[in-house]
């Protein structure tokens, strides 16, 4: 895929990510090994149901047909493994950047 093309689709996405989350939010894009479809992880400032996130943001891209795997994570998770080396976390703050807030 050409790179202007996958640049777009990641901020397309990004868009409606914090369009459909609430305030204050993050979405990072993190790189896929397969690189096949796109990573994203959003973080909200509380997350009472963390699947039911992960599955409606998930519609959301799909939707748009946008392949995505979507990662859904608090700010106290954040913070429990931002520093756990390994950890999809992690590597995740370390690979990707971050392409929307609210």
């Given at each position: 895929?050409?790179?202007?093309?996958?640049?777009?689709?990641?901020e397309?996405?990004?868009?409606?990510?914090?369009?459909?989350?609430?305030?204050?939010?993050?979405?990072?894009?993190?790189?896929?090994?397969?690189?096949?479809?796109?990573?994203?992880?959003?973080?909200?400032?509380?997350l009472?149901?963390?699947?039911?996130?992960?599955?409606?943001?998930?519609?959301?891209?799909?939707?748009?047909?946008?392949?995505?795997?979507?990662?859904?994570?608090?700010?106290?998770?954040?913070?429990?493994?931002?520093?756990?080396?390994?950890?999809?976390?992690?590597d995740?703050?370390?690979?990707?950047?971050?392409?929307?807030?609210?």
């Open positions: 895929m050409n790179t202007v093309t996958e640049k777009a689709i990641i397309r996405a990004g868009r409606a990510l914090i369009k459909a989350v609430p305030s204050p939010a993050k979405v990072i894009s993190v790189p896929s090994p397969g690189g096949l479809e796109y990573r994203f992880v959003v973080i909200e400032q509380d009472p149901e963390r699947h039911r996130e992960m599955v409606r943001l998930s519609r959301i891209l799909g939707e748009l047909l946008i392949p995505a795997d979507v990662v859904v994570v608090s700010e106290v998770e954040l913070n429990q493994e931002r520093f756990q080396k390994g950890s999809f976390i992690h995740a703050l370390r690979s990707g950047e971050v392409i929307a807030e609210s």
